[in-house]
Nanobody, 125 residues
Framework: VQLQASGGGLVQAGGSLRLSCAASMSTLEDWAIGWFRQSPGKEREAVSCISSSGDSTYYSDSAKGRFTISRDNAEKMGYLQMNALKPEDTAEYHC???????????????????WGQGTLVTVSS
């Protein structure tokens, strides 16, 4: 399984970015998708996760109201639309997948099976 995250970049505070996560497995339908981020000196933290069906989502407090997670199982893609970005959103963002036949959407990094390389998001003030 390979995951390829993209879409990061440099943006001014208040701007938007859309992160994408391309998955290589034969089907994405049995996998929950999570977005996590890590900045220097900090632990990796959950940003948002979506169940395998797409019916359930989780957002961290910092992401609520600003970020939207979505997925396209047919295209084997996951997305994270980030609006109203703040300097504190600056981090390396990783997508990950967790095998899940249920509609629950846990969002702890330790529960995720496969990880992609990060894409760097830098928000300037």
């Amino acid at each position: 399984v390979q995951l390829q995250a993209s879409g990061g970049g440099l943006v001014q505070a208040g701007g938007s970015l859309r992160l994408s996560c391309a998955a290589s497995m034969s089907t994405l339908e049995d996998w929950a998708i999570g977005w996590f981020r890590q900045s220097p000196g900090k632990e990796r933290e959950a940003v948002s996760c979506i169940s395998s069906s797409g019916d359930s989502t989780y957002y961290s407090d910092s992401a609520k109201g600003r970020f939207t997670i979505s997925r396209d199982n047919a295209e084997k893609m996951g997305y994270l639309q980030m609006n109203a970005l703040k300097p504190e959103d600056t981090a390396e963002y990783h997508c990950a997948v967790m095998f899940s036949l249920h509609d629950a959407v846990p969002c702890f990094p330790s529960q995720y099976d496969y990880w992609g390389q990060g894409t760097l998001v830098t928000v300037s003030s």
